[in-house]
DNA sequence: ATGATTGCATAAAACGTTTTACGACTCTAA
DNA sequence: TTAGAGTCGTAAAACGTTTTATGCAATCAT
């Protein structure tokens, strides 16, 4: 079996010549026990190995203590193909760790709402769903069940949601701008993804706003986030064909790596004649020659800001949102002008 | 509340005018009822969108279609350090989607052998831990407790343990070396990793086998997995200060593509002079030029070997292994001599 | 001496299922 | 008629906890 070893809060009970009800109380801190009892009483529950069954436990009390993760990439990874950034793919480690120091179990849900859906997928106290996008069917189906969720990004098109943590996109679009500004280049061209979550929804906006701010004309190159190194290069092909730019702005660290290759291949030098920088460090931006400059983003962070508001919603109710975490520009050789 | 809408088993029962013990045989399968009364309890329960509660379920039937995975380069990630194998990354999301059409959630637990314990770790139905190495506390722990467990690897020094699988890496260090030896390499110097699992000591022992029966002397360079690409360029310096290798066989993707960086710096060519080849594939290998020849894991294969493993051995207590799965070598231009 | 208070412990109900054992019919065969 | 065999359905126990309500002494105030 694998439940437990076969000792139960009887056995504890018997043992220490007590009724179940005294071991209940005195293991959870509450009822009215002597002290005398209640360390003898644990005393034998540790000497028997005993640990309360989590089932019994969250039939009682309506909760578990577990969370569920609803990981976006997961559907890609089905086949194992290659996301575009470095965050998607620890995020459940992250998460995992963070949530175990809480107290929390965190399990991985694939898609909620394809069938069979897991056993487990509709006790779980609450969820962590990541990057939503519009009418995004697992809010809508959580929202349904009652269940409480927290989002790693906002709900684009759902202002009302406010429960959600994320860097602060549009100050880091901004700062990177800045960046490039104070590198010398005017015109900056961005490769953008293809979701439509608000990460790639936020920078557009804020380079168009200050694009207009500069005067200058916005060039946008779409880029799935999945093509990866090879979609950079590609993207960076599209954009020598429309002319040299003069800095180069990708939403992910593989896009930035393959548009410098083709730069690179074209004989045009990096950050001599171009500067390029990526929106989100990864280590292909890290391991480029030269080394890519990056926003590094704060998983860990944003996952701690995620939790503490699922805690406080699952706690009281309610719990303020939304959450931004900064992010740290990484200035490296790629937008270095000697 | 978190766990369900209040709709129980009851709610149907009376809404189809029958007792709660028709209700579940209707919607298991079960006794002895008619197939039209069944088919109206079932019509009944998805109108009210009645979901067996998984707590009340498991705590009667003893297992709960959930199992824990024990990812080991979590401790690592907590503070989100980056690893060295591509495989690591994934796993957890490959391992997740597999389970979830296999009908079972999975549930990432960091370190089991770490207080506080989730809540849910003890009441999996069973266990996938991964990279196991010597004298490994979770695998032990997990035998105390009387909990099934597979292991993506085996543990080394317990041969008697059977209930695992990889990939064949004596058979994946054999092709590479021998694919070396074709592209009219004889000497071979090895990058291996610092970690005592069984990819690392496998390949070192088969590689050692080689060279003895090439008549060569083993030129072995540890590097921590954990070192990424900066560690390979370091590993590359080594071998340089030692002679210009014929070949460099590295166990990851990113020390690869760092030895290259540092061979092709102290101006030799690659595949010209010197060979190159990752024994795991990684996007770094991919996308380094030349482009690295590297062996493709097969994560998504062992995953399924390992839940079906244990599957076998939570219904009928007893499982065979250990199943090999064969990786397959993806020859590129980092061993293409013209 | 009596009734009220306090301190400690327990009995029993409840959580939502699954399963076992049994009951009530209806049909067939003697 | 009645025994035996099927057919369809249900009552009740059980899983291991937590919680509510209650009980029994001993102490206290009158």
Request: hydrophobic residues 40%.
């Amino acid at each position: 079996m694998a439940r437990g070893q076969g000792v139960t809060i009887r056995d504890v009970a018997r043992r220490a010549g007590v009724s179940i009800t005294a071991v209940s109380h005195a293991l959870n801190g509450k009822g009215t026990l002597s002290e005398e009892t209640r360390a003898r009483v644990k005393a034998v529950a540790d000497e028997l190995g005993y640990q309360a069954d989590a089932f019994a436990r969250g039939m009682r009390q309506g909760s578990i203590g577990a969370i569920g993760l609803v990981l976006r990439s997961l559907d890609a990874l089905g086949d194992y193909t290659p996301v575009g950034v470095d965050v998607f793919e620890r995020f459940a480690g992250i998460v995992s760790a963070r949530a175990l120091a809480k107290g929390l179990s965190i399990t991985l849900v694939p898609d909620l709402t394809r069938s069979p859906v897991p056993p487990l997928a509709f006790s779980m106290d609450g969820y962590i769903i990541m990057s939503p996008h519009e009418e995004d069917p697992v809010a809508a189906l959580l929202e349904r069940r009652g269940i409480p969720y927290v989002a790693y990004g906002n709900i684009p098109g759902r202002p009302d949601f406010i429960h959600w943590a994320s860097e602060d996109d549009p100050y880091a679009a901004h700062q990177l701008l800045t960046h490039f500004q104070m590198a010398g280049a005017r015109e900056v061209v961005l490769v953008s993804g293809t979701d439509t979550n608000a990460w790639n929804k936020d920078f557009q906006a804020e380079y168009r706003r200050w694009c207009s701010e500069q005067g200058t004309t916005p060039r946008i190159y779409e880029q799935s986030e999945r093509s990866g190194v090879d979609g950079g290069r590609e993207a960076g092909e599209r954009i020598l064909a429309d002319g040299v730019p003069e800095a180069v702005l990708c939403m992910t660290g593989r896009h930035a790596a393959g548009v410098q290759q083709a730069l690179q291949a074209a004989g045009v030098s990096v950050p001599g004649q171009t500067l390029i920088a990526a929106a989100s460090d990864s280590e292909h931006a890290r391991s480029s020659r030269p080394a890519i400059t990056a926003f590094e983003l704060n998983p860990a962070g944003c996952a701690d800001q995620l939790l503490e508001m699922l805690q406080d919603l699952l706690a009281t109710g309610n719990a303020q949102g939304p959450r931004l975490t900064k992010a740290r520009l990484r200035p490296r050789a790629s937008t270095r002008r000697d």
